[in-house]
């Protein structure tokens, strides 16, 4: 048990045959299916899944590493039961790039996007493609290094396009202080108005940083951002396959104002999820891991939250939104709000 303890807020629920999509559905080399980007498509859901593959536990421990990372789309009537398409869809790899994963989706109007992160031989990018089908994708943009975990939001608000995006400040604030930003575009490919959302500050239990998870979903309260949040504790040792693993994610909420999402309206004090079962604490390659990467908000206004366990699964908890919307405007604004 990882100290100081922290515990999921009591109004989430993890469904109880988590988690809902391993390495078991995937019918191509895969051992790590995480990080997932979860949309309503037709009459069901569609998601888009990181799948690192090309190493086992076992073979990591005689010194082996990941041969590759892929993108691999499935489709489910329920958001719970996956059936996987018989390849990945989306690799981008070439002199220069090494990978494209973390993938996000969004629906804006008839059309749909995903984001992603991208490590290159100069940096990590943030980047964002269209697509028709899910399966062809368009680029449309790269950030310049070093951005990660952009998402954007499912609407245009006054015209624009935006994002939530967590660029990594090493040199000027030393270590990983890393926070959420708001960026605002015409055309999804000039990004500007770029402003402080929260800090890592605003988290009460991140010592580390922080960043945006999943695209975020409105309520008639504002919009509900769900991030994950880290603290790192140099003294942790061994934890999953690696020799020293220092750090724990957990979730958390907050929400902006529906209207100016530049207006930070409240910031959940306390963790909305923190690992507690086996396969976000033990199980997995990285333990201690919840990564929220889609949020879909239910006709009965249930939200189903997906999240990476443990860099392993993709898991799903569920809450009632008026429930996330107050524990958010019980813990204030931001320390930076402006
Ligand atoms: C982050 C990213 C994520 C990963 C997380 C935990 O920096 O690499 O893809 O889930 O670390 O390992």
Not at 261 to 273: F, H, K, M, S
Request: net charge negative; glycine share 8%.
């Amino acid at each position: 048990m990882l100290t100081p303890v922290l515990k999921s807020l009591p109004c989430v629920t993890r469904y109880e045959n988590n988690p809902v999509l391993t390495r078991h559905d995937v019918p191509y080399s895969c051992d790590l299916v995480f990080n997932a980007g979860v949309i309503r498509w037709k009459e069901g859901y569609a998601v888009a899944f990181r799948n690192d593959w090309g190493c086992s536990q076992a073979e990591w421990e005689r010194g082996g590493r990941f041969k590759g990372t892929n993108i691999g789309l499935a489709f489910s009537p329920d958001g719970i039961h996956w059936t996987v398409e018989p390849e990945p869809v989306f690799e981008i790899k070439d002199e220069e790039i090494l990978r494209a994963y973390d993938p996000r989706l969004t629906v804006i109007g008839d059309e749909v996007y995903m984001t992603f992160a991208v490590d290159t031989r100069h940096g990590l990018l943030g980047g964002i493609a269209r697509t028709e089908d899910l399966h062809h994708y368009e680029m449309i943009s790269l950030s310049v290094p070093d951005n990660r975990n952009m998402v954007l939001f499912p609407e245009k608000i006054n015209g624009k396009y935006l994002r939530l995006e967590r660029p990594m400040p090493v040199y000027s604030r030393g270590r990983d202080r890393f926070d959420i930003w708001i960026s605002e575009s015409p055309d999804l490919v000039y990004w500007g108005r770029s402003a402080l959302l929260a800090g890592v500050e605003d988290f009460p239990f991140a010592n580390d940083k922080i960043g945006p998870g999943a695209p975020p979903v409105k309520t008639d309260s504002g919009w509900l951002v769900f991030t994950h949040a880290v603290d790192r504790d140099m003294t942790r040792g061994k934890n999953g396959w690696e020799d020293q693993w220092t750090k724990r994610y957990c979730a958390g909420v907050m929400l902006l104002d529906s209207e100016n999402p530049y207006r930070v309206l409240g910031i959940c004090r306390e963790p909305l999820l923190a690992p507690e079962e086996p396969y976000e604490t033990t199980e997995g390659f990285r333990t201690n891991v919840i990564f929220p990467t889609a949020a879909i908000l239910e006709q009965d206004g249930t939200v189903k939250i997906y999240y990476g366990a443990s860099d392993t699964v993709t898991a799903l908890a569920t809450a009632k939104a008026d429930d996330l919307v107050k524990a958010c405007l019980a813990g204030g604004p931001s320390l930076c709000a402006h």
